[in-house]
């Protein structure tokens, strides 16, 4: 009866308000550069990006440029606004790369489950050659990936304790819009649901699904341990976005008003991404601290994760490639040469 009631809920398209979010006014004649997220505009390492853009943008380019931010969905949720970034609705989005499948199977390696042992790893692969390459995928749509922008790892949460993947058999977990995240749910014999991220705390709540999966960053902000019996640390799989641009419109702009949105675009992913770890660590505490649980899992226990949710590399290696796969695994191990 609760789930009939919640699907209705959600099929209105009710969603649990975020609070309002005051707009700066652009002037007339700057060029105005949109910026469409959907996680909060403090304490997350999208939200802090943008918000740290925006301020240097709206200082160091005033009267010629003017940055507004849409944080919590409420100009689009990244399912559409990848959509809004073709069009020219909006100039700047970070989608999180699960969300991008129809547009591209290449980012589907990113989802892949136990890939990378760390954030370390990410970063070596996403600075390779390889991994810089892929931010061009996008080019037949008009947009160009102007950088990454990292989040973390993420982790399960169920309504019940999870220490070993038999511990999800039965129950809902919400994904993105990722089919690999959907076959890494139905390894560990549960059943998947894609949501947009808006609707995952009411469906948490409402039990229209059971758990979830995601990064300490949207765990902590979006509040989903609120509605949760506890998170268990499981680094099973990373969360990280693109920042993308309408290519006309980034080359509409005058050479030099461009070389100083670039600049400032480059220093502050930089600082973004140095600061993200430190982010994901803070809000991991701001969890414990508030008293609920995290449970860690022993080597044993990982490596079940790992051995039942790895074989579904398997289904999506000839769409992603596997000399890909074999880049992004080799580097894990650079760091022990
Ligand atoms: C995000 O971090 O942008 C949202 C990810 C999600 O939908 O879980």
């Given at each position: 009866?609760?789930?009939?009631?919640?699907?209705?809920?959600?099929?209105?398209?009710?969603?649990?308000?975020?609070?309002?979010?005051?707009?700066?006014?652009c002037?007339?004649?700057e060029v105005v550069i949109k910026?469409?997220?959907?996680?909060?505009?403090?304490?997350?390492?999208?939200?802090?990006?943008?918000?740290?853009?925006?301020?240097?943008?709206?200082?160091?380019?005033?009267?010629?440029?003017c940055?507004?931010?849409?944080?919590?969905?409420?100009?689009?949720?990244?399912?559409?606004?990848?959509?809004?970034?073709?069009?020219?609705?909006?100039?700047?989005?970070?989608?999180?790369?699960?969300?991008?499948?129809?547009?591209?199977?290449?980012?589907?390696?990113?989802?892949?489950?136990?890939?990378?042992?760390?954030?370390?790893?990410?970063?070596?692969?996403?600075?390779?050659?390889?991994?810089?390459?892929?931010?061009?995928?996008?080019?037949?749509?008009?947009?160009?990936?102007?950088?990454?922008?990292?989040?973390?790892?993420?982790?399960?949460?169920?309504?019940?304790?999870?220490?070993?993947?038999?511990?999800?058999?039965?129950?809902?977990?919400?994904?993105?819009?990722?089919?690999?995240?959907?076959?890494?749910?139905?390894?560990?014999?549960?059943?998947?649901?894609?949501?947009?991220?808006?609707?995952?705390?009411?469906?948490?709540?409402?039990?229209?699904?059971?758990?979830?999966?995601?990064?300490?960053?949207?765990?902590?902000?979006?509040?989903?341990?609120?509605?949760?019996?506890?998170?268990?640390?499981?680094?099973?799989?990373?969360?990280?976005?693109?920042?993308?641009?309408?290519?006309?419109?980034?080359?509409?702009?005058?050479?030099?008003?461009?070389?100083?949105?670039?600049?400032?675009?480059?220093?502050?992913?930089?600082?973004?991404?140095?600061?993200?770890?430190?982010?994901?660590?803070?809000?991991?505490?701001?969890?414990?601290?508030?008293?609920?649980?995290?449970?860690?899992?022993?080597?044993?226990?990982?490596?079940?994760?790992?051995?039942?949710?790895?074989?579904?590399?398997?289904?999506?290696?000839?769409?992603?490639?596997?000399?890909?796969?074999?880049?992004?695994?080799?580097?894990?191990?650079?760091?022990?040469?």
């Amino acid at each position: 009866m609760r789930r009939a009631f919640t699907a209705v809920i959600l099929a209105l398209g009710i969603v649990f308000a975020a609070p309002a979010f005051a707009q700066i006014d652009c002037k007339l004649g700057e060029v105005v550069i949109k910026f469409s997220h959907v996680v909060p505009p403090r304490g997350h390492p999208k939200g802090d990006f943008a918000r740290m853009l925006a301020e240097r943008v709206n200082t160091e380019m005033n009267g010629r440029a003017c940055m507004q931010v849409f944080p919590f969905s409420q100009l689009y949720d990244d399912e559409k606004v990848m959509e809004a970034l073709i069009l020219g609705d909006v100039q700047l989005a970070a989608p999180s790369l699960s969300k991008l499948e129809v547009y591209t199977n290449k980012y589907r390696l990113f989802d892949l489950p136990f890939l990378f042992e760390d954030m370390d790893a990410v970063q070596r692969f996403t600075a390779s050659e390889k991994g810089q390459e892929l931010l061009g995928v996008m080019s037949d749509f008009g947009v160009v990936g102007l950088g990454y922008l990292f989040d973390g790892l993420k982790h399960f949460s169920a309504d019940k304790p999870l220490l070993v993947p038999s511990d999800g058999a039965g129950l809902k977990f919400r994904v993105q819009n990722s089919d690999v995240a959907v076959a890494m749910i139905e390894a560990m014999g549960a059943s998947a649901q894609k949501l947009a991220f808006k609707e995952v705390y009411g469906a948490l709540q409402l039990g229209v699904v059971d758990g979830q999966e995601n990064s300490w960053s949207n765990i902590f902000t979006s509040r989903f341990f609120e509605v949760q019996d506890g998170i268990t640390e499981t680094n099973h799989q990373l969360l990280a976005y693109v920042v993308f641009a309408p290519k006309e419109w980034l080359e509409s702009l005058e050479p030099d008003l461009r070389e100083q949105f670039l600049t400032i675009f480059r220093e502050t992913l930089v600082k973004a991404n140095g600061q993200a770890a430190k982010t994901s660590e803070e809000n991991r505490q701001r969890i414990v601290d508030a008293g609920y649980t995290v449970r860690e899992l022993t080597p044993e226990q990982r490596q079940q994760w790992s051995d039942v949710m790895r074989p579904v590399w398997g289904e999506f290696e000839d769409e992603i490639g596997k000399d890909l796969i074999d880049a992004a695994e080799a580097a894990n191990v650079t760091k022990n040469n």
